[in-house]
């Protein structure tokens, strides 16, 4: 059963930068797949911000965030990361950690995928 527990969100000022750390288990070592992060503002449906995959680390934003955020993994594999900079206060959401195998997933941005974590608050307020 694969799991997702992320961490890393807070109260940030316009301009400012937050880590998010997502920890993934449950896939095994020689599988593919593909990881990373939706948000959801008030108001607004799910938006696919950022992908990585495994096989080959290839990544994938949205407009919205490309040259602001960036998607990578850490030593042990299992953890990814998205670093985000500059954060803005239309990037206040909840954000949420999301997977699963890259045979079945098209457009990693749309793709509803079927592991989720619980989401991390990220706040971009003065």
């Known amino acids: 059963q694969v799991q997702l527990v992320e961490s890393g969100g807070g109260l940030v000022q316009p301009g400012g930068s937050l880590r998010l750390s997502c920890a993934a288990s449950?896939?095994?070592?020689?599988?593919?797949?593909?990881i990373g992060w939706f948000r959801q503002a008030p108001g607004k449906e799910r938006e696919g911000v950022s992908f990585?995959?495994?096989?080959?680390?290839?990544?994938y934003y949205t407009d919205s965030v490309k040259g602001r955020f960036s998607i990578s993994r850490g030593n042990a594999k299992n953890t990814v990361y998205l670093q985000m900079n500059s954060l803005k206060p239309e990037d206040t959401a909840v954000y949420y950690c999301?997977?699963?195998?890259?045979?079945?997933?098209?457009?990693?941005?749309?793709?509803?995928?079927?592991?989720w974590g619980q989401g991390t608050q990220v706040t971009v307020s003065s």
């Open positions: 990585i995959k495994s096989r080959n680390n290839n990544t």
């Open positions: 449950g896939f095994f070592r020689l599988d593919h797949y593909v």
């Open positions: 999301v997977a699963d195998y890259e045979a079945v997933v098209g457009d990693p941005l749309i793709y509803p995928y079927d592991y």
